[in-house]
């Protein structure tokens, strides 16, 4: 799948609202004691392990991560989305897997709530690579299933963020009508638009976000709740700058902002920064352990190599999720991480649970067409694409769903591919009238599937502006399919640097390579990508195959 971006990282928490033992307009208190160990405290455990150079960049996150390419994992409206039809021949199994992991789900969750109801949840797992802790996903409160409204009867961004998101706006925008001058509840609208542009995939709502948190600042300057807001905004629009520096602010006011520590992190993992945010995962998981922070350090250890770690941290973070949204985001992170191992069996079980958890989670179906695809399922995963562009055409599932057509071949089939890119173009246009840099974007699907001077135009500017391993490959891909290879080269080592374990990356170095005349080095790096991970694309992996044979060929 398309790496995680900061616009696909969930944001859940009410991080508004006064931390346990901290009063409201007061100082913060020092962090409670857990009586367990954070991820800051084997510090010097990083060193020690040898790890490689830092020099990698992302999703979110979850969108992480989103996914750049993100890349996103959008977040369904329950309104818009359509309702489940009846199981064709394609996906019935793919349900009855869903229909399985529901059960067990249900199961689990009735053995959990009793459980609960008799202490705190407290899970210290000591890893290899520092230790990272595992606290209740809240923020300390009981959990009744809905959470109280503001007394003047604003909704706070959790409850948002877990319900009708549609009608929290609604509800907001008459509360100010009536309380024009409550700056909370302006903060709290901007931050719904924000999270409303990411799970519609329309960027047309940046603007209205940028007006609500503006307002906020109008009459309250400096408060953390509009600063952190903004942040999260310029985050989704890839202005990661903008975002770190408004994340500083935010937790300059209040030092235990889920939301800002968490946009810190994505923008750290966005620069290439791998060490920093290492650092800022450690730091967020001390003030605010949760699911967020979690999902967002084993996304940190990912791109540095170390997936078993990644792996343990989010198989134990799907164990502390206390909610269907965080389980569904969860289990498709594990998912993803699954399929990028290869691990397609193992990936189609995460996106099951996932969807057993919420069913019109598209980033779960999205991952589950993608695992079906590479594991042989060409029908089904065509079938589940269709779907999830029909309700929200974003670049990855769009490309993703191109080059199905274009690997099956069927009449009419280069037409619907040509359709789904030039989608992309569309979707470019209007994020960019939204406010977002989408040259990342932009720069992968063109340098395919489009003009290709455009290509290493939109990646030369991304790069000019953070050094991740995402365009650090985009770039070196953008400058092959120009025919400057040589230039390329460098690009696409730095891509591969860090040990992050991306057959896509492996591909474009080989392919790199052998242009170069590099042969040895080009036959072992095509081959391990497709030991990696043989259905990482439809087109990718069949030109891999390829060239590899044409190298072992003239051996």
């Not at 980033?363 to 694409?385: C, F, K, M, S, T």
Request: aromatic residues 6%; charged residues 30%.
């Amino acid at each position: 799948m398309p790496p995680r971006t900061t616009d696909s990282a969930p944001e859940r928490r009410d991080d508004d609202q006064p931390r346990p033992g901290q009063e409201t307009g007061g100082e913060p208190s020092a962090p409670r004691e857990q009586g367990r160990a954070g991820l800051g405290t084997d510090a010097g455990t990083e060193a020690g392990r040898g790890e490689g150079p830092i020099d990698t960049g992302t999703s979110t996150s979850t969108s992480t991560e989103s996914s750049p390419g993100t890349h996103d994992r959008p977040r369904a409206d329950p309104e818009s989305a359509p309702r489940p039809h009846a199981p064709s021949g394609n996906d019935a199994g793919a349900d009855e897997r869903v229909a399985v992991m529901r059960r067990a789900a249900d199961g689990g969750r009735r053995w959990r709530a009793a459980h609960l109801a008799g202490c705190a949840a407290l899970l210290a797992v000591a890893l290899t690579g520092g230790a990272i802790a595992f606290g209740g996903t809240g923020d300390g409160r009981a959990r009744t299933g809905t959470e109280a409204v503001s007394a003047a009867g604003a909704l706070t961004p959790g409850v948002l963020a877990r319900g009708d998101l549609d009608a929290g706006i609604e509800s907001l925008q008459k509360h100010l009508r009536a309380q024009p001058r409550d700056f909370g509840s302006w903060a709290t609208l901007g931050i719904a638009y924000v999270e409303q542009a990411r799970t519609k995939g329309d960027p047309s709502r940046y603007p209205q976000a940028e007006r609500a948190l503006k307002r906020s600042l109008e009459l309250d300057p400096g408060n953390d709740q509009a600063l952190a807001g903004r942040a999260a905004l310029a985050a989704a629009r890839h202005d990661f700058t903008g975002a770190l520096k408004d994340a500083d602010r935010a937790l300059k006011q209040n030092p235990y902002s889920e939301r800002a520590l968490c946009t810190r992190i994505d923008a750290l993992v966005e620069f290439g920064r791998y060490e920093e945010a290492a650092e800022a995962a450690r730091t967020a998981d001390g003030r605010r352990p949760g699911v967020p922070v979690f999902t967002r350090y084993a996304y940190v250890k990912e791109l540095r190599g170390d997936v078993r770690t990644a792996r343990d941290v989010l198989e134990r973070a799907l164990e502390a999720a206390d909610s269907p949204a965080d389980t569904a985001y969860v289990a498709t992170a594990l998912g993803q991480l699954a399929w990028n191992q290869g691990e397609y069996e193992t990936a189609l079980d995460h996106y099951a649970r996932a969807l057993a958890a919420d069913e019109d989670y598209l980033p779960a179906l999205e991952g589950r067409a993608r695992a079906q695809a590479a594991n042989g399922d060409r029908a089904a995963a065509v079938e589940g694409l269709e779907q999830v562009v029909a309700r929200f055409p974003l670049p990855g599932p769009l490309v993703a769903l191109g080059e199905l057509y274009e690997d099956r071949g069927a009449d009419g089939d280069r037409a619907k591919a040509g359709d789904q890119y030039a989608l992309v173009d569309a979707w470019t246009s209007l994020a960019r009238a939204g406010g977002v840099n989408a040259d990342l974007d932009s720069a992968m699907a063109a340098a395919d599937h489009g003009d290709r001077r455009e290509a290493l135009r939109a990646a030369r500017a991304e790069w000019n502006r953070r050094h991740s391993v995402h365009t650090a490959d985009a770039l070196a891909w953008a400058l092959h399919v120009n025919g400057r290879d040589e230039e390329a080269l460098p690009y696409a080592r730095r891509a591969t640097a860090t040990g992050y374990r991306n057959a896509g990356f492996l591909y474009h170095r080989g392919v790199i390579e052998r242009a170069t005349g590099n042969a040895r080095e080009a036959r072992d790096h095509l081959k391990a990508a497709l030991d990696l991970n043989p259905g990482f694309s439809p087109l990718g992996a069949r030109e891999a195959r390829t060239a590899l044979k044409d190298l072992e060929g003239t051996r």
